[in-house]
């Protein structure tokens, strides 16, 4: 298994362009959600999924779209990039329904909007 | 008052130490994890708790579900162990993880 697979590993953006961060699993769990980190604010909830089709807001959904047409894709696009959005962005899955919370990790990747 | 706080937020040892972090919750939770980030920035869950006690190696976690509190041991440290210790909790209401800050541990040879 390849486990959480994120692209790309780094990314810069001007002010106002667009683009998505692509998150994959193949390990057919429900639960997958995109994490921001910031310094001195710990992993912040943007947006999560519980399965194909379901998404809801995070505690920072602001700027950011998710959508969930298959399990192993989460995908987060940002429309419009601000230098707020400038952080390093985690995609996580689990599974829900077996009660087996483990979490999964992609390797982060790191966003600067100048 | 965030709902998940870990004590404390910094934290140095020589090699050898025992080291206790501390996570204490506010909500109720079905679930409470610890995470490893390493300096390179990739995350690992070390452990999920829903009650008692879990050991790996020289990692040990408890939970005390009544107390709200969990706590993270390492036993024998090194300097590999030097890395940010994140404790999320599973709300029971919902399927989300509120993480708490994380503790910066520096082992010292």
């Known amino acids: 298994n390849a486990g959480v697979t994120q692209t790309p590993k780094f990314q810069v953006l001007k002010t106002g362009q667009s683009m998505t961060l692509q998150c994959a699993q193949d390990?057919?769990?429900?639960?997958m959600s995109w994490y921001r980190q910031d310094p001195g604010m710990g992993l912040r909830l943007i947006h999560y999924?519980?399965?194909?089709?379901?998404?809801d807001q995070g505690e920072v959904p602001n700027g950011y779209n998710v959508s969930r047409s298959t399990t192993e894709d989460f995908p987060l696009r940002l429309l419009s990039a601000a230098p707020s959005q400038t952080s390093v962005y985690f995609c996580?899955?689990?599974?829900?329904?077996?009660?087996?919370?483990?979490?999964?990790f992609g390797p982060g990747t790191r966003l600067t909007v100048t | 008052k965030n709902e998940v706080e870990q004590s404390p937020q910094n934290l140095t040892a020589q090699e050898g130490e025992f080291i206790t972090i501390n996570c204490s919750y506010s909500?109720?939770?079905?679930?409470l994890h610890w995470l490893q980030q390493h300096p390179g920035g990739g995350i690992v869950s070390l452990f999920m708790?829903?009650?008692g006690k879990k050991k790996h190696g020289r990692l040990i976690a408890t939970i005390n579900i009544q107390e709200k509190h969990s706590s993270l041991h390492i036993t024998a440290s090194h300097p590999r162990d030097s890395a940010v210790y994140i404790c999320?909790?599973?709300?029971?209401?919902?399927?989300?993880?509120?993480f708490g800050e994380g503790t910066q541990l520096t082992v010292n040879p």
């Open positions: 999924s519980v399965g194909a089709g379901i998404t």
């Open positions: 996580a899955s689990s599974y829900l329904r077996t009660g087996n919370y483990e979490q999964y």
């Open positions: 708790l829903s009650s």
């Open positions: 909500v109720g939770i079905s679930a």
């Open positions: 999320a909790v599973r709300e029971t209401s919902g399927s989300r993880l509120t």
């Open positions: 390990m057919n769990h429900e639960y």
